[in-house]
T-cell receptor, first 113, second 112 residues
């Protein structure tokens, strides 16, 4: 069974704080993704990574950065959190060449006050 | 840029009826079309998928159809049950698994 875990289910931060969201997968997947989920907007891709130390911008990268130092771990960083970054953040992973299915983590609900 | 449009945004059906959710995509390079179900408070999970070389795929009460010429694909759920109540997302992906574009989601209510 593929397991994707995220460091927190709920997080409350203040405007201007630096925020780290961590995601870990245990299936040796090459690809990892960060999405944010907002009502009526579906899942929007922030960043993805197809290999260690590789990253590509998604559709809404502004205000975010990522880090992938190890294959199993993909971190999302909010350098200076703002209230419009209040959202549900979902991490996912997939394997190249075997199946394109993305496996999602449980999500982190981030509130920025 | 690429996008996926999904309709309707909300769908309410009586238990036992059928439900149909429709999506259109813009990127003609898309060749993989997964559908995810997200129950309240839970993570999205794949329920069915279809690749561009197939026109239809069925798995028990759910089926997906694909019209590549028209860039349409649809999810069909027959004999709906209350546990089918969830948000359903369609998605389109070009080869390589790198970037998946999701629709905005359809909230399905199945009334008992």
């Amino acid at each position: 069974d593929v397991k994707v875990t995220q460091s927190s289910r709920y997080l409350v931060k203040r405007t201007g704080e630096k925020v780290f969201l961590e995601c870990v997968q245990d299936m040796d997947h090459e690809n990892m993704f960060w999405y944010r989920q907002d009502p009526g907007l579906g899942l929007r891709l922030i960043y993805f990574s197809y290999d260690v130390k590789m990253k590509e911008k998604g559709d809404i990268p502004e205000g975010y950065s990522v880090s992938r130092e190890k294959k199993e771990r993909f971190s999302l960083i909010l350098e200076s959190a703002s209230t419009n970054q209040t959202s549900m953040y979902l991490c996912a992973s997939s394997s190249t060449g075997v199946t394109d299915t993305q496996y999602f983590g449980p999500g982190t609900r981030l509130t920025v006050l | 840029g690429e996008n996926v449009e999904q309709h309707p945004s909300t769908l309410s059906v009586q238990e036992g009826d059928s439900a149909v959710i429709k999506c259109t995509y813009s990127d003609s390079a898309s060749n993989y079309f997964p559908w995810y179900k997200q129950e309240l408070g839970k993570r999205p999970q794949l329920i069915i998928d279809i690749r561009s070389n197939v026109g239809e795929k069925k798995d028990q009460r759910i089926a997906v159809t694909l019209n590549k010429t028209a860039k349409h694909f649809s999810l069909h759920i027959t004999e709906t049950q209350p546990e089918d109540s969830a948000v359903y997302f369609c998605a389109a992906q070009a080869g390589g698994g790198f970037k998946t574009i999701f629709g905005a989601g359809t909230r399905l209510f199945v009334k008992a």
